[in-house]
T-cell receptor
C-alpha cells in the first residue's frame, strides 16, 4: 500500500510570493491533517480536512489555507510569504476518528 | 487544552545500552498517546500508540512504552539501542473525540554512539 505522498519535496520562494503544496493520502484514508515543523516552535497543527470539509484549524493567520478534493487529496496554500514561513510542512492521513496518523516525508519550504 | 512535555532535548547513549525517553502530558480529560520517530530528511513514523487497555504497549523496532495515569506519563524505553536508532523522537496526544489533531512535545534527540 502506497504511503502518504507530498510534492514537491523542496521549494524555494521569495517574500511576497504564494505557494501551493500537495498531499496524496493513503488509499482509503479520508482525513488529512497539515503540520508545520520549525526548529523554534516544533510541530504545530495547521488544519484538518475530512470528506472535503475543514474540521479543525490551528492558530495560524489567514494567509494559510487549504482544501480537500473528492478523492481525499489535499492542497495547502500560503499567500504573501514571509521569512518566518520557512519550515518543513508535513501532511498526515488517517481513516478519521482518533486512529493513528501516517505522515509523508514533507515539503521543505525555504523563503529568501 | 492538552500539552506534552518531553523533559530531555537530547539523550546521549552508547550502543547496546538501555534507554528511556521521558514524556509527561497534561489534560483534564482522557487522551490517546503516541510516540513517533523522525529520521533526518524524513517525515514521522509511528512507533507505538496507547488507546486503552494494557498500560504496557509494545511497538516497532523493539521499543515499548508504559502509560501511567497517576503520573500522567508515557515514557518510551528500549533495552538495547543500536546506532540506527539515532533519530528524533516525539511524544504526542490527541483526544478520543473523533478529530485527528495531534499535540506534540518538543522532541528528544537520541544520539547513539559506538
Amino acid at each position: 500500500k502506497a504511503g502518504v505522498t507530498q510534492t514537491p519535496r523542496y521549494l524555494i520562494k521569495t517574500r511576497g510570493q504564494q505557494v501551493t503544496l500537495s498531499c496524496s493520502p493513503i488509499s482509503g484514508h479520508r482525513s488529512v491533517s497539515w503540520y508545520q515543523q520549525t526548529p523554534g516552535q516544533g510541530l504545530q497543527f495547521l488544519f484538518e480536512y475530512f470528506s472535503e470539509t475543514q474540521r479543525n484549524k490551528g492558530n495560524f493567520p489567514g494567509r494559510f489555507s487549504g482544501r480537500q478534493f473528492s478523492n481525499s487529496r489535499s492542497e495547502m496554500n500560503v499567500s504573501t510569504l514571509e521569512l518566518g514561513d520557512s519550515a518543513l510542512y508535513l501532511c498526515a492521513s488517517s481513516q478519521g476518528g482518533s486512529g493513528p496518523q501516517h505522515f509523508g516525508d514533507g515539503t521543505r519550504l525555504s523563503i529568501l | 487544552a492538552q500539552s506534552v512535555t518531553q523533559l530531555d532535548s537530547q539523550v546521549p547513549v552508547f550502543e547496546e545500552a538501555p534507554v528511556e525517553l521521558r514524556c509527561n502530558y497534561s489534560s483534564s480529560v482522557s487522551v490517546y498517546l503516541f510516540w513517533y520517530v523522525q529520521y533526518p530528511n524524513q517525515g514521522l513514523q509511528l512507533l507505538l500508540k496507547y488507546l486503552s487497555g494494557s498500560t504496557l504497549v509494545k511497538g516497532i523496532n523493539g521499543f515499548e512504552a508504559e502509560f501511567n495515569k497517576s503520573q500522567t506519563s508515557f515514557h518510551l524505553r528500549k533495552p538495547s539501542v543500536h546506532i540506527s536508532d539515532t533519530a528524533e523522537y516525539f511524544c504526542a496526544v490527541t483526544l478520543p473525540s473523533g478529530y485527528s489533531t495531534l499535540t506534540f512535545g518538543k522532541g528528544t534527540m537520541l544520539l547513539v554512539s559506538p
